[in-house]
């Protein structure tokens, strides 16, 4: 038996998300990713002495439009100064929320395990500005000196928190990836690790199989993408069994994950963490929203994942296998499930659509500007081309990354243009006129039952089209000969 | 008109005079830049002064008239400006030597409000470094000296911006409250003082104390001029979240007599006067009831807490603002071996010791597992002063007391933290309350030292308070002259 055998984990996950607000959470500075630094700065995410903060209403409304995602209740909230020193942070206390926050006691459903996780609570905070630490280390400590950019000073973040209800590092990676959709679908986030938008720290502890007691926590910063997160959890849960396994105690402390060592070494011990000094901030008034601005945001929130998960499994068929439903999971995340239901109307079998969106479309928009819009008709037509049997698999991939590349392109002059013309069922024919011509022999073998000859034809029409002939369209029109010939 | 004219003359009448083309705003901005020529050296009032932009400004004025365009409520009017207020491109300092060259990018509302209607900021006076004193003795540059009697203080933190209108070096300047800060200082240099209520006049730009305490003011030698000031500075500021909508001060509704208004003296501040302020104070009631009002003695049981309850509360609200003199962005930098020591000298050296104390008090208040019993037990505390306080009113219009327990006292005289903290005894509890409270000197003691009444009203309540004010005023058969203006006599 091995160790892993001997110990369950627990996994909590605090997640912070930056929303997509147009401007910052007290000040009217652009909220925006890659600006020269230090220009999307103002007296008052400087923090400068005098400037006052003023709440975005926006930032408050996303906020709630996320509680009422995760199936929180919205309550009256109250501001709070976190106080600890940090050059990032300009006034060297950050406003968030703390035993009052907007948003508490909600839940989600995991897609694929179907496991539900609760939230305890989300909250809303300013992020802090951005430091880069030069010199080996890295970090602050040992450095030669720091550069910070306070551009993402003041932006608004959510920031999720768990119940400790994960046993995995995989189960960890659902409740992201799960999350992050939602998130997305209730348009208050881009959801995108790899700019930051979203950050991921992670609680975790073992215990001995047969205990109730949660063992002692550790707190992993860093989690900067979905890899991460499940690396760092299977490492940190193994390190702390071998700990315990050993008949030692694990140490509370915060860890920090360094990706490239593919380990977690200590920040900071429970003797050394910061005592916050939380008191509410006397800058800004309660948040008190009034039940008909919590019933208008349920109002407007629109489908959730969930939802829209259920309406396409409905459209794969009753136990979609799990490619399947990761699928719809992409497709989700990428908002194209109104192409997949638009492809139904036109005779477009879902698992065809659902496996171009999931495995092309979704790949080529991925890394495309925010405001990218996607071709929806184009791609549809593209998708019933295929269906029909017009554009085989191979060029009907090769058409949508030159659609989505395109969004102005013809797709009827494109697939002329790349050749796929020669395709269509009538040219096809004539194509197999011609070889049944030259091959008498081999067309009376096929004749007498021989399929296997079918190749040999669709090889010949390959050849004389110069690669260009639809193989489907070639064995049709072998199989309809065959049928005519033989009544 | 002649330059000593000038400077005695009021705010109004300046403005008008300005307005009418009687005189320039060149002209009496002149006059008071002599006075402070004359008399600063001594008075020792501005930590900067801005001669040359004063002079630009009101010759800006004068143009303006000159286009026969309209102008403000203040037109040609000098300001003095307590050195906690951002002023684009001039140095503010907090007369702190952690931000000793720190020049503001922006301006503070009430600041742009001031000029908007006319008037000209001729300088930045002194205060208790980070408004943190009674006396001005705490500026990290040099104390402000009181120019009734040099020897002594001229109050705090606002002794600056007190010292400069009794100095005559302007008729009007603007000060902050957090504890007493205008009230006291107005008290012990015989110039009106406000204090109105939390949230009428926007903090933007104020370099905060404690933020749910300091409200900014205005100085002035009449109740009249200072009632037309806050009438300029006061309402919404969409930059501050805390200055309310819909609430601003009118001048004009503050006429009209006394009689029949209904004041209380308060109990709990009658403890603890000295001899010649206890008999201003009864001279006070005196005139008070020989104009019509109805005088009574009244408890306002929970203001004797206020003192303890203020002594944790702003302390922890300064420990959390006073985070960002840190030497990592402006100001004093003093480099150590890593980040924390950088902090440790930076801060180490910058600040004061009056300001480090108040650091470590209000650091300690919101500790963990002190909170409850300290920042916490504050807050209810000063719940219970701001229902005692409303209990008051709904029997009284306006309550009073004396503004300081003393006359304005000798230099180093209260060396011992807590003897200076009893200074604010009286003004303090408005503050917790978030009440309006004022100033306006009554009496002179013996030796011709001032001693202010100050006048307390419920919330939005600064007519009333200005009403009473004004008939305190008008009784009171004591003026302040600066020490060199009777001494010429």
Not at chain 2, 183 to 188: E, G, I, V, Y
Not at chain 2, 386 to 405: E, K, R
Not at chain 2, 457 to 462: I, L, M, N, Q, T
Request: charged share 25%; hydrophobic share 40%.
């Amino acid at each position: 038996m091995s160790l892993e055998d001997n110990y369950l984990i627990t996994v909590g996950l605090e997640v912070h998300t930056e929303l997509r607000t147009k401007t910052k959470l007290f000040c009217g500075c652009a909220n925006e990713f890659g600006a020269e630094p230090n220009t999307n700065t103002c007296p008052v995410c400087l923090g400068l002495p005098g400037s006052l903060p003023v709440v975005n209403r926006k930032a408050v409304e996303y906020a709630m439009r996320i509680g009422t995602a995760l199936n929180c209740e919205i309550k009256h909230s109250v501001f709070h100064r976190k106080n600890y020193f940090y050059p990032d942070m300009p006034k060297d206390y950050q406003v968030t929320q703390y035993d009052e926050p907007t948003c508490i006691n909600g839940y989600i459903e995991l897609p694929i395990t179907g496991k539900v996780v609760n939230i305890v609570r989300a909250h809303i905070e300013e992020d802090t500005g951005k430091s880069t630490h030069i010199g080996t280390s890295g970090r602050i400590t040992g450095a030669d000196y720091s550069l910070v950019d306070y551009n993402r000073s003041g932006i608004p973040l959510v920031e999720i928190v768990s119940a400790p209800d994960m046993v995995s590092g995989e189960e960890a990676r659902e409740y992201v990836s799960e999350l992050r959709s939602i998130l997305v679908a209730t348009g208050a986030t881009d959801g995108k690790m790899e700019e930051g938008s979203l950050r991921v720290d992670a609680n975790v502890s073992v215990r001995k199989v047969g205990t109730d007691e949660l063992g002692t926590r550790c707190e992993i910063k860093n989690l900067n993408s979905l890899r991460s997160l499940v690396r760092a959890i299977t490492y940190e849960a193994r390190r702390q069994m071998e700990i315990v396994d050993g008949g030692g105690k694990v140490t509370q402390e915060t860890r920090h994950w360094n990706e490239d060592l593919g380990r977690t070494s200590s920040l900071r011990s429970k003797e050394e963490a910061y005592d916050y000094r939380y008191f509410p901030e006397p800058d800004l008034s309660p948040l008190d929203p009034s039940v008909e601005e919590i019933e208008a945001i349920k109002a407007n929130l629109g489908a959730l994942p969930p939802k829209r998960r259920a309406a396409l499994v409905e459209l794969v068929g009753d136990s979609p296998s799990k490619s399947e439903i990761e699928q719809i999971q992409t497709v989700i995340n990428f908002d194209l499930d109104d192409l997949i239901f638009a492809g139904i109307e036109k005779g477009v079998p879902a698992k065809l659509s659902l496996a171009r969106c999931a495995n092309e479309v979704a790949g080529l928009i991925t890394g495309l500007d925010e405001s990218y819009l996607v071709p929806s008709e184009k791609l549809l037509e593209v998708l019933v081309k295929e269906s029909l049997g017009e554009l085989t698999p191979t060029q009907s991939k090769a058409v949508l990354a030159r659609v989505v590349a395109d969004r102005a392109i013809d797709v009827a002059a494109l697939i002329a243009e790349l050749g796929f013309v020669a395709s269509s069922s009538d040219e096809m024919d004539s194509l197999v006129g011609e070889i049944i011509a030259e091959s008498p022999s081999e067309w009376e073998r096929y004749l007498s039952g021989e399929d296997q000859l079918a190749g040999f034809f669709v090889g010949k029409a390959m050849k004389k089209s110069g690669g260009k002939a639809n193989g489907k369209l070639v064995s049709k029109s072998l199989n309809d000969r065959r049928s005519q010939i033989q009544g | 008109m002649s330059d000593a004219q000038f400077v005695e003359m009021s705010a109004v009448d300046i403005a008008a005079g300005v307005r009418s083309g009687a005189f320039s705003a060149v002209e009496v901005v002149t006059a008071h830049l002599k006075q402070i020529e004359s008399y600063d050296h001594e008075v020792k009032a501005f930590v900067t002064q801005m001669s040359d932009r004063a002079l630009e400004a009101a010759r800006a004025v004068d143009e303006k008239r000159a286009r026969g365009e309209e102008l403000g409520a203040l037109a040609g009017v000098p300001v003095a400006l307590k050195d906690n207020m951002a002023y684009r491109g001039v140095e503010t300092t907090c007369s702190s030597k952690i931000l000793r060259g720190w020049i503001p990018p922006y301006t503070a509302t009430v600041v742009e409000r001031l000029e908007a209607a006319g008037a000209i900021a001729i300088g930045k006076t002194n205060l208790d470094e980070f408004a943190m004193g009674s006396s001005t003795e705490n500026s990290a540059f040099f104390p402000t000296r009181n120019p009734i009697d040099l020897n002594r203080v001229p109050g705090g933190s606002s002794g600056g911006s007190a010292a400069s209108v009794a100095a005559r070096f302007a008729p009007i300047a603007i000060g902050s409250d957090t504890g007493g800060s205008i009230r006291q200082p107005a008290s012990l240099c015989g110039v009106v003082g406000v204090k109105p209520t939390y949230g009428l006049v926007s903090r933007y730009g104020l370099i905060a104390f404690a933020s749910s305490l300091d409200q900014i003011g205005p100085f002035a030698r009449s109740v009249e001029d200072s009632s037309l000031v806050l009438d300029v500075i006061s309402g919404h500021d969409e930059r501050d979240s805390t200055s309310l909508s819909g609430r601003s001060y009118d001048h004009q509704a503050s006429d009209g007599g006394i009689e029949g208004l209904r004041v209380g003296v308060i109990t709990e501040m009658m403890d603890g006067l000295s001899d010649s302020v206890n008999k201003a104070l009864a001279q006070a009631i005196e005139s008070l009831r020989s104009m019509g009002a109805l005088v009574d003695e009244v408890s306002v049981p929970a203001a004797k807490f206020g003192l303890t309850a203020y002594y944790l509360i702003a302390p922890a609200e300064a420990s959390s603002n006073l985070a960002r003199f840190d030497g990592v962005r402006y100001g004093l930098r003093v480099e150590g071996k890593d980040m924390n020591e950088t902090y440790e000298l930076t801060r180490g050296q910058g600040f004061g010791p009056e300001v480090k104390r108040r650091i470590m008090l209000g650091t300690y208040a919101l500790s963990a597992g002190y909170y409850d019993a300290l920042y916490g037990k504050a807050q209810k505390v000063r719940t219970l002063i701001a229902n005692d306080f409303d209990a008051a009113y709904s029997n009284y219009d306006v309550l009073i007391s004396a503004t300081s327990p003393t006359v304005a006292f000798e230099f180093n005289a209260k060396s011992d933290p807590l003897s200076m903290y009893m200074s604010d005894v009286c003004t303090i509890p408005s503050n917790l309350a978030g009440h309006p409270a004022m100033s306006v000197p009554f009496a002179g003691d013996e030796d011709g030292l001032p001693i202010g009444i100050q006048v307390l009203a419920p919330s939005f309540g600064e007519s009333v308070m200005f009403k009473v004010a004004s008939a305190l005023e008008a009784a009171a058969k004591y003026r302040a002259v600066p020490q060199w203006a009777s001494t010429e006599k």
